[in-house]
């Protein structure tokens, strides 16, 4: 029998396995049916914490990591790790918030939210200027901050005031005393930059759907501090566009990594789907052609997963190659499987029977190469027989 | 797309679904893939509880279903079902013994285990003789009784005595005082009679692997009873071989339905493979024959499953007819998913994620038509294409 060519591109699995580690145990499993089967490993991330790793996993001999220390979310030094792909003019700076400002830091975390700023990535900007960098992909995703990207565009150089001249901090905190905004000392490499923003996040900066109500209470912000941080954000991007003379916050993105979409938007940055972003840099598209069945997969699968989450952009290309794409994810939501299955030949958790979400968990990585080989064995048991036709689901 | 044919045939969810609510449950989950999906229904049985049901539903016009009023395991009235298939010479009774002296019987789990006996088989036998049968197929399982078919036997006529030479019950309780058996007065009719016993269980009567040792402790067999059951049971059936001229003691399956094994095949009773018989008398083989694929399942599959239950018997026959079987069971234990690889092309659970075990039996009809809906996706990707050979494992 014929053995297929299977793409295996998940996400992470967040707070289990990361990417390259989903793809290890899905191998694992996939081999136990097929031991020569052929795979193409296509670790995907979506912007957030990992999307640095897929991308220089990727990128063979054309991608160099290297780190800065830079000023965290809570004043401290952070190495802060970034990539860089091809040379010279052609060179790509490939940035990563959660590398400066990550939520998992247990040190700035236990700084209050209203004290933490995205200075770090700001000086991170312009330490690859100096480096003569001038092409910026920059992942938002997994940030601990909530300050607009106050901290970043005054590390560039904007000035922040109080009524009475005197500098305010760019955190929430200090922007509640925001009065003035001069733009006239930003970086001027900043407009000969191109800076492409890598979001799954798709909300405007203030309002309800903004960045501090959605994301704000995951980050510590409490339930009477939304309208306040909410409100000193909206006034400080009121203030920053009529200092800059652009439009960025109600647009799709500017609420990503607590405000930072607000703040590259506002300095030309493009905002792009962090997976669509990433499939094209891994060379998604190559992968696929030509094979014959995709895996992909992600902590938890919902109705969220189609809202341009990894997995949906791996079957959208999948699909445009004609690879059907099944979702193996840690757990798939019951109620989104009709919605799921317009876009997943098959969606599965890992689950093998009644378990604890902690023991799904910490056994995933067995669970996972469990359910790859079972699928493997449905999908031997289809494949064997004779085609009757050319579509699938 | 052309729809594959696809044969159902699982067992029973113990103490959730029967088999047919089964079939519907998966036959929902691929109607939502494949509206149009041709499904040949054939909910199985392994001689236990539901083997009268799915022969039944099999027979079309051919069978017919009638109940006779006998003891139950603890001496209350009992309307014990049975089937009987075809007519005249050619009439083959069907029974079951949990139709007579069930576990599922609360006013008999109440008497006490050294005081329940099986004479209500007998008296069914009986009372079947009396109209005419001479052919039965009798399934083993799901008995609350553990008297060694000694009350089967006394109420076909044989005498059990104590030293006294008075009659003594045909229990645990009663054996322990016998003394000799009469054979003498056995219904002459047996004699005339094929019969075929029905079990999953290949255990014979006494010792560390019989029936009391076994499958006394769910019957309500303490742990200092066993040694004095069982003792009392080897008595009894040494002399009852010795009463009758036969051997049956030491055969597989003779420690089935506490012992009716025994008692069954001492006086002519063949043993065959519960699932096995079922799957002949349903027609199995010709619902295989030019199907694409069978999906079968259980409550929960572990390695005692590729001991002749249902489901293994239904992914031989399926092999034989060149026809890929998927499992799916309420839970699989992954420790055995290799041995059950050999045999199954998948095995799944139904849980969608963490959830407790009752959660996963309330809504096992809905969690089932999911797990169905999603594997047939992953069949109709690969069925899609063009087929690259001919095996399946």
Known sequence: MSVPVIVLAPDSFKGSL????????????????WPDVLVRRCPMADGGEGTLD????????????????????????????YGVLGHA???????????????????????????????????????LFDRGLRRFMIGLGGSSTNDG??????????????????????????????ATVDAGGLDPRLAASSI????????????????TAIFGPQKGVTADEVARFDAGIANFAGLAEAATGGRAASRPGA????????????????????????????????????????????????????LAKAPFVVAQRARAARVPTTLVSGAVDPASLAALGDHFAGAFGIAPGPITLADCIAGAEALLADRAAELARVFAAAWARPGRGSDFP
């Open 18 to 33: 990361d990417a390259p580690a989903v793809c290890t145990a899905l191998e694992t499993g996939l081999r136990r049916v």
């Open 54 to 81: 897929a991308v220089l996993a990727a990128s063979g001999g054309r991608g160099t990591r290297a780190a800065v220390t830079v000023h965290g979310a809570g004043g401290a030094p952070v190495a802060a790790g």
């Open 89 to 127: 003019d052609a060179a790509v700076a490939v940035l990563e918030v959660a590398q400066v400002v990550p939520i998992t830091d247990p040190a700035a975390m236990r700084v209050a939210v209203a004290e933490r700023d995205t200075r770090g990535v700001g000086e991170l900007i312009r330490t």
């Open 149 to 178: 990207g106050a901290g970043m565009l005054a590390a560039l150089g904007m000035r922040l005031l109080d009524a009475a001249g005197q500098p305010v901090p760019p955190t929430p905190a200090g922007l509640a005393r925001l």
């Open 196 to 211: 492409t923003i890598m979001s799954d996040v798709n909300n405007p900066l203030c309002g309800e759907r903004g960045a």
């Open 255 to 306: 609420g990503a990594a607590g405000g930072l979409g607000f703040a590259l938007q506002l300095v030309g940055g493009e905002f792009r789907s962090g997976a669509a972003v990433v499939a094209d840099l891994i060379g998604l598209d190559r992968a696929l052609a030509g094979a014959d069945w995709a895996i992909t997969g992600e902590g938890r699968s919902d109705a969220q997963t189609l």
